[in-house]
């Protein structure tokens, strides 16, 4: 295994790493999430800022690990292509060497056969290199629809509960959500 082999195996275990500290930031933002709402139900309320403070802290602890595992898996998806394209110098290389004694001998069937092999191989590296680079792009997740992201953020809200104002082009029309948190004793349902 390569030095540059080795790099890559270590990216992939370090995303990996993070997506679980992620996932465990979110188990502790929900714990700390109902340690406030208990605390607001005994009407303590100077503790429920420190839960709420909590679970702000690892609400965005979460965000921070899953965007800095999202880098490391797209540098990962780099370095992937890297190994795989000096794969296919050395085997074009070979292909070269094999090029350079048919010439001396100017075999014309050697020299063909050996023209068709790299071909082949450069047909390779080139279906190899295009989906490495669109693995990279889908890694850093910028493929996302903007309104997709939309919808789904007002369609969480809405089963939450919380009513949100926000301004979205979905199709060159514009769709605005409510303003305000719903009261649990006294809830209007607007249109």
Same mark, same amino acid.
């Given at each position: 295994?390569?030095?540059?082999?080795?790099?890559?195996?270590?990216?992939?275990?370090?995303?990996?790493?993070?997506?679980?500290?992620?996932?465990?930031?979110?188990?502790?933002? #929900?714990?700390?999430?109902?340690? &406030?709402?208990?605390?607001?139900?005994?009407?303590?309320?100077?503790?429920?800022?420190?839960?709420?403070?909590?679970?702000?802290?690892?609400?965005?602890?979460?965000?921070? &690990?899953?965007?800095?595992?999202?880098?490391? %898996?797209?540098?990962? #998806?780099?370095?992937?292509?890297? +190994?795989?394209?000096?794969?296919?110098?050395?085997?074009?290389?070979?292909? +070269?060497?094999?090029?350079? /004694?048919?010439?001396?001998?100017? %075999?014309?069937?050697?020299?063909?056969?050996?023209?068709?092999?790299?071909?082949?191989?450069?047909?390779?590296?080139?279906?190899?290199?295009?989906?490495?680079?669109?693995?990279?792009?889908?890694?850093?997740?910028?493929?996302?629809?903007?309104?997709?992201?939309?919808?789904?953020?007002?369609?969480?809200? %809405?089963?939450?509960?919380?009513?949100?104002?926000?301004? !979205?082009? !979905? /199709?060159?029309?514009?769709?605005? /959500?409510?303003? /305000?948190?719903?009261?649990?004793?006294?809830?209007?349902?607007?249109?």
């Amino acid at each position: 295994m390569s030095g540059l082999e080795k790099a890559l195996f270590n990216l992939k275990f370090t995303a990996k790493q993070l997506t679980r500290q992620a996932a465990r930031a979110q188990k502790d933002e #929900s714990s700390e999430r109902s340690k &406030l709402k208990k605390a607001i139900q005994q009407g303590h309320s100077d503790i429920g800022k420190i839960y709420a403070a909590n679970a702000i802290r690892k609400a965005n602890e979460r965000v921070n &690990l899953l965007r800095l595992a999202s880098r490391i %898996d797209a540098v990962a #998806s780099r370095v992937q292509t890297a +190994v795989t394209m000096r794969q296919v110098t050395g085997s074009m290389a070979n292909v +070269v060497k094999g090029m350079d /004694g048919a010439m001396k001998n100017m %075999d014309l069937e050697k020299i063909s056969a050996i023209m068709e092999r790299f071909e082949t191989q450069f047909e390779d590296m080139d279906v190899a290199t295009g989906y490495y680079e669109q693995a990279t792009g889908e890694a850093t997740a910028s493929a996302t629809p903007q309104e997709d992201v939309d919808r789904l953020i007002l369609q969480v809200a %809405d089963e939450a509960g919380v009513e949100l104002s926000m301004e !979205m082009e !979905m /199709g060159g029309a514009s769709v605005s /959500g409510r303003v /305000g948190v719903k009261q649990t004793d006294q809830v209007e349902e607007d249109g």
